[in-house]
Structure formats: structure tokens, C-alpha cells
């Protein structure tokens, strides 16, 4: 079974472009996170789809922004860059479904978002 | 608001010792995750405890959970070079809303 994919592995903007990263769930994931990660805050969530409503948020700014298809690929947006947004953004998915308590996130690889 | 704090940040240790990292919640919890990240990588998920007085272990590390004290520990027992990377307690309250702890840079000296 392919694990979670990420697209973009590395980006460089500038400050104030926009920036759109991509994520495909494990086949038959419902349910998909993101997590920005930096050195100074470590790893924060961002918000959490399934089935194409966002069920999640976290404390970040409207900038940031997110969209789940029918397909369960997610896509994250972040508008008018800023310096302090470089960071590695994972995404990560889990069934969502028939909720398992043993069930777990299984993260993607990372996106490293540098901005200049 | 749900916090969870990790101790020590960083572990420097010899090959072949034993260490415990502690893992604190805030509030209650419905299920607590540690997660292994080597650098530059991904996190691989390595546990995931459901209730009061779970332990886990694989191979040579060992995972407890404490819901009264909102303890998690993760012992690492005659460690090897390889188990050289960050480690990550996470939370969540059966949101789909993981908090994670700060981390801890585990490095194993040979």
C-alpha cells in the first residue's frame, strides 16, 4: 500500500506570494491533517478534513488555508507569505471512518516551504 | 487548552544505558501516540496507548501511560546508535485533533 505522498518536497517563495501544497492520502484515508513544524514552536496543527468539510482547526491565522476533493486529496493554501511561515508542512491521514482506537495519523514526507 | 510538555528536550546518552523520557498532559485525553522522527524525515508512529496502565514495547523501547497522573514515559532500555533520533508524545480527545509535545533529540553515543 503507497504511504502518504506530499508534492511539493521543497518550495522558496518570496514574502507575500501565495503557496499551494498538495497531499494524497493512503488509498481508502478519509481523513486528512496538517501540521506546520518549525524549530521554535515544534509541531502545530493546522486544521483536519474529511470528506471534504474541515472538521479541525488550529490557532493560525485565515492566511492559511485548506481544501479536501472528493478523492481525499488535500490541498493547503497560505496567502501574502511571511518570513516566519518557512517551516516543514506535513500532512498526515488515517481512516476517519469507522473510528478504531488504535487507529493512528501515518504522516506524509514533508513539504519544506522556505520563504525569502 | 490542552498542553503537553516533554522532558528532557535533548538526551545525550552512551550505547548500551538506560533513560526514561516523560511525557505530561494538561487535561484528560482519550488516547496518547509517540511518534519517532529521524532528521530530515517523516514521523513513524511507534505507540499508541488507549487507557490507564497500558505498556507497550517494542523491541527495546517501552511505552506506559498514567491517565490519573497524565504521565506517558518511554524507556529505553541498552540503547544502540540506532535509536538516535527525536521522539514525540502526542495527545488527542477523540477530535482528530493531535497536540504534540515539544520532542526529545535523543542521540546514543557509541
Known amino acids: 500500500k503507497a504511504g502518504v505522498t506530499q508534492t511539493p518536497r521543497y518550495l522558496i517563495k518570496t514574502r507575500g506570494q501565495q503557496v499551494t501544497l498538495s497531499c494524497s492520502p493512503i488509498?481508502?484515508?478519509?481523513?486528512v491533517s496538517w501540521y506546520q513544524q518549525t524549530p521554535g514552536q515544534g509541531l502545530q496543527f493546522l486544521f483536519e478534513y474529511f470528506s471534504e468539510t474541515q472538521r479541525n482547526k488550529g490557532n493560525f491565522p485565515g492566511r492559511f488555508s485548506g481544501r479536501q476533493f472528493s478523492n481525499s486529496r488535500s490541498e493547503m493554501n497560505v496567502s501574502t507569505l511571511e518570513l516566519g511561515d518557512s517551516a516543514l508542512y506535513l500532512c498526515?491521514?488515517?481512516?476517519?471512518?469507522?473510528?478504531?482506537?488504535?487507529?493512528?495519523?501515518?504522516f506524509g514526507p514533508g513539504t519544506r516551504l522556505t520563504v525569502l | 487548552e490542552l498542553k503537553v510538555e516533554q522532558n528532557p528536550l535533548f538526551l545525550s546518552m552512551q550505547e548500551g544505558k538506560n533513560y526514561t523520557i516523560y511525557c505530561n498532559y494538561s487535561t484528560t485525553s482519550d488516547r496518547l501516540y509517540w511518534y519517532r522522527q529521524d532528521p530530515g524525515k517523516s514521523l513513524e508512529s511507534l505507540f499508541v496507548l488507549l487507557s490507564n496502565g497500558a505498556v507497550k514495547q517494542e523491541g527495546r523501547l517501552m511505552a506506559s501511560l498514567d491517565t490519573k497522573a497524565r504521565l506517558s514515559t518511554l524507556h529505553i532500555t541498552a540503547a544502540v546508535h540506532d535509536l538516535s533520533a527525536t521522539y514525540f508524545c502526542a495527545v488527542d480527545r477523540g477530535t482528530y485533533k493531535y497536540i504534540f509535545g515539544t520532542g526529545t533529540r535523543l542521540k546514543v553515543l557509541a
Open positions: 498526515a491521514s488515517m481512516p476517519g471512518t469507522v473510528f478504531r482506537l488504535t487507529d493512528t495519523q501515518y
Open positions: 488509498s481508502g484515508h478519509r481523513s
